[in-house]
């Protein structure tokens, strides 16, 4: 079975914490796709990151971090230095190489307070 | 980037109509294009994937009469919810996978009243 699991349903922190959103999945392929997407509240899916399951190395984009570990099956997603605007849900999503399954997971509302 | 247009963004509709709502592959050619439904809160919920030129496959759980699903081009794919009722009431997204990966519409927010 595959399976997303973020944990955290809600957080809020004070602006200029960091934070760390979870992401744990489950798959029994050796090859996959891991995701981040954030959804502002306007809704749409803006994409953040795609990582293929070859490739561990953790990424920086400016304030983003991800952590991608095979081991503990988890691909967790820091904000350094939060912001306002950076208050929305996330949602870590596993997709395969074959097939057309791609899977979000429940999402966590990140609210940060001025 | 790959750009997928959903059309429109905001529906209200009476109870017991119909509404279509669109999903175009801008600069791509989406094989597969998924639905997705999300209540308030709520995660993303699969609710059927079509491949042009074939059928939908329907997730469990969705009426597929309900909720029709018609990808006639590579471009182009159609969510129409049938008599539509207030418990349909929801935020409904499509995506589409292309050669590089998914790209998702900017959604549509369906109020029946």
């Known amino acids: 079975a595959q399976k997303v699991t973020q944990a955290q349903t809600e957080i809020s922190v004070v602006e200029k914490e960091d934070v760390t959103l979870d992401c744990v999945y489950e798959?029994?392929?050796?090859?996959?796709?891991l995701f981040w997407y954030k959804q502002p509240p306007s809704g749409e899916l803006v994409f953040l990151i795609r990582?293929?399951?070859?490739?561990?190395q953790n990424e920086i984009s400016g304030r983003y971090s991800w952590n991608f570990q095979k081991s503990t099956s988890s691909f967790n997603f820091t904000i350094t230095a939060s912001q306002v605007v950076d208050s929305a849900v996330y949602f870590c999503?596993?997709?395969?190489?074959?097939?057309?399954?791609?899977?979000f997971g429940t999402g966590t509302s990140l609210t940060v307070i001025p | 980037g790959a750009v997928v247009s959903q059309h429109p963004s905001r529906v209200i509709c009476k109870s017991g109509t119909s509404v279509k709502i669109e999903c175009r592959s801008l600069?791509?050619?989406?094989?597969?294009m998924f639905w997705y439904r999300q209540f308030p809160k709520k995660s993303l919920m699969l609710m059927a994937t079509?491949?042009?030129?074939?059928?939908?496959?329907?997730e469990q759980g969705v009426e597929k009469d309900k909720f029709l699903i018609n990808h006639a081009s590579l471009t182009l794919s159609t969510l129409t919810v049938t008599s539509a009722h207030p418990e349909d009431s929801s935020f409904y997204i499509c995506?589409?996978?292309?050669?590089?990966?998914?790209?998702f519409g900017s959604g549509t927010r369906l109020t029946v009243v």
């Open positions: 999503a596993l997709s395969f190489l074959t097939g057309n399954q791609f899977y």
């Open positions: 798959t029994r392929d050796t090859t996959y796709y």
């Open positions: 990582r293929n399951s070859f490739d561990e």
């Open positions: 600069d791509f050619q989406a094989t597969t």
């Open positions: 079509s491949n042009e030129g074939s059928k939908a496959t329907y």
């Open positions: 995506g589409g996978r292309g050669l590089y990966g998914y790209t």
